[in-house]
């Protein structure tokens, strides 16, 4: 569901935490892929995780999270609607379930990978001036 729909029906979705974990240094203009996953949900709150990898690296270069409340357009905290909250969980169900999930892979391979974690939802790249 692209965010403008959100924001459309009346809904938003600020930062109220964020944490990020700094394994390793980006050097400038390297390409970094972003994954980010849905960690819990609920009627008050989201919590996004998020790996920064380089393509064909074993291990993230930094990881984290994001948690968002449920505003109204005037800013003021909401419960969200009951299926919003049940798509956010199902989509995040379904992709995980998917072969091509590496976080579903790497649960059914044995490999570690970070614990509470519900589900898969993409993949970006980007390429930036800045380093992490």
Not at 60 to 89: E, I, M, Q
Not at 117 to 122: F, L, Q, S, T, V
């Amino acid at each position: 569901m692209p965010y403008c729909l959100l924001e459309a029906k009346g809904i938003a979705l600020p930062v109220i935490e964020a944490c990020c974990n700094y394994r390793k240094p980006v050097k400038y203009d390297e390409l970094v892929q972003i994954e980010t996953q849905i960690g819990n949900v609920s009627q008050s709150k989201i919590r996004l995780e998020y790996n920064v990898w380089i393509q064909g690296e074993k291990l993230p270069r930094a990881d984290g999270y994001t948690v968002h409340c449920y505003v109204n357009v005037s800013g003021k905290p909401v419960r969200a609607p009951h299926a919003l909250v049940s798509f956010f969980k199902k989509a995040a169900q379904r992709e995980c379930e998917r072969s091509s999930c590496p976080w579903y892979n790497a649960r059914k391979g044995g490999k570690h990978v970070k614990s509470g974690a519900a589900g898969y939802i993409g993949v970006s790249q980007m390429q930036g001036r800045s380093g992490v």
